[in-house]
């Protein structure tokens, strides 16, 4: 008989499910990822529907002169979820993602965590998802062609969550550096998208039903001129994200109908921090819901002008849980002290001491 | 030759240390809990006279009927830090934990975590070396004996900084459970400290030169009363930490010097709440940088009105990243992405791909 090194080891209580990277992507491989991009469409469409009875907050951003560290809670009263997400632009010149993120879900009734997870990857496939959801209500019907200005870590999931919610089935991609489209192209070689490389912005857009930007500078960029915006356009705006970070002229904000996730982080972060605090703007949810009208007619311009919110990462949270309990993909982590008397603390670590 | 299941193991880049709940009570059984103790006061104490160079902002609570959950983030420009933490008084019924936690502590320059460990055990080692912190510089000099009144999961942790850093040598327990201190004294059965139980409050505080109250019920409690508390005495409040939730009675606040670790947190949620907003209180960081004075002589009353603050959290994880360096005890977690080209996330996930 072995004398183990602790008196007493963790019980369930004490052990929370955690999914790191790898597992991340043999749930991915193993659900299949069109279908994961579908499933968490879904999830996250399901919130937007109760949206009001989320306790909301804009984010609790840490910024520094290189970027930036933000919590993101939300809670449900059921469930409470957060993410912890930098921003750091510089970071790939240094091999480093611009974007890490991880996330939690606890039980509000006792405060236990009750997963613990990477999610920069699961980030990148609920952004993804996110703007096929609000795609599916603001793009126009039977869209099949989308251009995807900016070719980075993020393109490939915005493609690929267009094509398994609205079936898009034409690619059009624009990026200032070529080498990144041609990755983005070679990663989508096997899909059966029809992909074509253009040399310019305006060449991309053309005959696009949704123009979908997301590119990384830092500073009011223009992205999209008012001249390359044709009437009937749905615009997915994904890489305005923080203050002094756009990609539009104002000149299209001025004549398009826009869609934004939580008007008080938005004004601050979005594309319409480019107006006046008091420039009308539609919540997503509320066109999920039914409270409000999407899409008016073909001529229209939509914009969603997404900078990504709490209940997103809350939706992808509660659909890892429920997944990761099918895959058993997971490793438990001794993350919480649980001593057999709540009150003895000590004792536990006392019973812990190496024997003699 | 085996063929891994994903294309590239994860690089250093993408692993973070965590130190779990074993590991913990590892550290502190190697390098002694004492010394541990020693060294956190050193920690925060080091933290609390730099305590301008913080970004500080009160905690994030999320609360429910039953209990609350709150993130406390901090940054000194360098490292940023926060910690979960939930409190749940009636969990302790159901043989769950009133409070839990976990922390993470990151590079600034970067956004990268470089440290998440469990901070259950790590909380009561901080607070139990804050109070100690605050008794050098506020009880009576040559203080021997303390009053420990509530003698919960955090009592031991008290008693033992108190010793460990001021030297006391006499122990007065006092908990409105009698089962409370059998189990405090027991457990503390061989330290060389002179311990005695109670069969009231008024006999605890006898001789005592230091009193430290840490209850737990979630109500205005008069733990103390002003005829139990004599001149010259210094208290340390530790369970009055939110709103509703006080344990000193009104009057001895009144004829107390007040010491507080973060004005803007303590008015809301410490003993003060019962206080007019304008009460004057001195910053416990003020005295220990000697912007400020303590206690000013033998007769005053101090109070240290603890209710825990995010930089002491910080400072843990600090010395804990110290300390992990050393010690090897932690477990590299996979927790983030880290493509071979940070711009190609979707082809780390392709090439993880199962082989056919």
């Not at 749930?27 to 529907?49: N, P, S």
């Not at 993602?97 to 991880?102: E, R, S």
């Not at 930007?213 to 500073?219: E, I, L, P």
């Amino acid at each position: 008989m072995t004398i183990p090194t602790t008196a007493t080891p963790p019980s369930d209580k004490a052990l929370v499910p955690f999914v790191s990277v790898d597992h991340m992507m043999q749930i991915v491989h193993q659900i299949g990822l069109a279908q994961v991009l579908r499933d968490l469409t879904r999830y996250i469409e399901d919130d937007f529907k109760r949206w009001p009875s989320f306790d909301k907050t804009p984010r609790v951003a840490s910024h520094s002169d290189v970027g930036v560290i933000e919590l993101m809670p939300t809670s449900d009263g059921e469930s409470y979820g957060f993410k912890y997400v930098n921003g750091h632009p510089r970071n790939t010149a240094d091999g480093l993602q611009t974007v890490t993120a991880f996330g939690l879900l606890a039980d509000v009734a006792t405060g236990y965590p009750v997963l613990l997870s990477e999610m920069t990857l699961l980030t990148a496939l609920r952004t993804a998802a996110t703007s096929a959801l609000a795609a599916r209500y603001l793009a126009p019907k039977g869209s099949t062609c989308m251009a995807m200005i900016g070719n980075g870590a993020q393109s490939e999931f915005q493609i690929l969550a267009m094509q398994a919610v609205l079936g898009i089935t034409h690619i059009r991609l624009y990026d200032t550096d070529p080498e990144s489209s041609r990755k983005c192209a070679e990663n989508l070689a096997q899909s059966t998208l029809n992909i074509r490389i253009c040399d310019t912005p305006q060449d991309a857009v053309q005959g696009a039903q949704i123009i979908t930007t997301c590119t990384a500078d830092k500073r009011n960029a223009r992205v999209l001129t008012d001249n390359m915006v044709g009437s009937g356009v749905h615009i997915n705006a994904i890489g305005g994200d923080c203050p002094g970070k756009t990609e539009l002229a104002a000149d299209i904000l001025h004549r398009s109908e826009i869609f934004v996730e939580y008007p008080e982080q938005t004004r601050i972060e979005g594309e319409i921090q480019q107006l006046t605090p008091d420039h009308p703007v539609t919540e997503l949810w509320q066109v999920i819901s039914g409270a409000a009208t999407g899409r008016q007619n073909d001529r229209h311009v939509t914009l969603f002008d997404s900078v990504g919110f709490a209940i997103e990462d809350f939706s992808a949270l509660r659909y890892l849980r429920d997944v990761v309990a099918q895959t058993g993909l997971f490793l438990p982590l001794d993350m919480l002290a649980d001593p057999d008397d709540p009150k003895d603390l000590y004792g536990m670590l006392k019973r812990a001491a190496p024997k003699p």
